[in-house]
């Protein structure tokens, strides 16, 4: 089976959405892509930091899960990452109330030996540096590197940020901070000027508007589901990291057509976890309920045009 190694925060969040609030509950970027990308087959591993405030029942969340979790250091007497965030009524931006880095500030994240060789790479959200010292434990290049941040790292590590950028292959990102990067409005122009900085592919993710691929002159759009329902957005975009970064694992196939499928398992998979608070939808979820709403996603876009010669 084919290796993902995933990097990213494992967390506690404090959530506040029109329908609710949430006390400190288990979240953090890998665990959200580490749950995704569970859904397909291949062996997986998350590198990160918690302290010894971490339940030792969240762990074994992930290694039910058949996560490696060998690369999670626990720090003793230290404090696990927190993030609050507040969303707007529209449930498509949000404001981070607070964010305490806590064990992640002087973290050196040490990759397991049996990974040093893993075929993907998913660099989840935090801070670039961890990010660098995770690429430079490689023994031999990933076929893929894929990269994920956020406006938080743009504001308080850009130079190093633009580093790691150098060095993936694809980077996912939204709309506004794909706007901050590159100082463009226009998402065609941002995505140009992005890969220019390095990815040959950029994901630009849209929350309930879907998520646009751009490679070179292609690009392509894939929906989000319409949803009856959102309670909780958050982890969405790790979610959608998590399914196109494990579908490429799984095919081991990186070309353009396959990363399309990808965005759509991403995309799929993100659908279900805003159903529920925090990570409760993702850790009941089955593959059945996983391949019914492909159905409806290819329901959803397929059309028979005919085009006049
Ligand atoms: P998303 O909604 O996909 O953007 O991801 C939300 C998750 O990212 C939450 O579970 C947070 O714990 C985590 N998170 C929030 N801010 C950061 C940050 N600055 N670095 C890394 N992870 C973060």
């Given at each position: 089976m084919n290796k993902l190694l995933i990097v990213g925060t494992v967390a506690f969040d404090a959530i506040e959405t029109p329908f609710g609030k949430t006390d400190k509950i288990l979240g953090g970027a890998a665990t959200y892509i580490g749950l995704s990308a569970s859904f397909f087959k291949l062996q997986s591993a998350i590198v990160s930091v918690v302290g010894?405030?971490?339940?030792q029942e969240h762990l074994d969340l992930l290694k039910n899960k058949n996560?490696?979790?060998?690369?999670i250091e626990v720090v003793k007497g230290g404090k696990t990452f927190f993030w609050s965030g507040r969303y707007h009524n529209d449930l498509n931006s949000r404001d981070t109330l607070e964010t305490q880095l806590n064990v992640l500030a002087d973290f050196n994240p040490i990759v397991p030996e049996n990974f040093k060789d893993a075929d993907v790479v998913m660099l989840g959200n935090l801070h670039p540096n961890i990010q660098i010292g995770v690429l430079d434990q490689m023994k031999q290049k990933p076929k893929l590197v894929v990269l994920d941040t956020m406006n938080f790292w743009m504001d308080c590590a850009l130079e190093e940020l633009k580093e790691v950028i150098k060095r993936v292959d694809v980077i996912t990102i939204n709309d506004e901070e794909a706007r901050q990067l590159s100082?463009?409005?226009s998402l065609v122009k941002a995505a140009e000027v992005i890969q220019e900085l390095g990815p040959k592919y950029v994901v630009i993710k849209k929350g309930e508007h879907g998520a646009l691929l751009f490679h070179q002159n292609d690009v392509f759009f894939a929906p989000a589901l319409p949803l009856k329902e959102v309670y909780d957005p958050t982890g969405a975009g790790d979610t959608f990291a998590g399914g196109f970064s494990g579908y490429i694992t799984q095919s081991s196939n990186i070309s353009f057509g396959n990363m399309k499928n990808a965005i759509i398992y991403g995309s799929n998979l993100a659908s279900f976890c805003v159903e529920e608070f925090g990570t409760k939808r993702m850790q009941r979820l089955t593959r059945e309920d996983v391949d019914a709403r492909l159905q409806q996603f290819k329901m959803l876009t397929q059309f028979d045009i005919e085009l006049s010669k």
């Open positions: 010894d405030d971490f339940p996560i490696d979790i060998s690369g100082g463009e409005y």
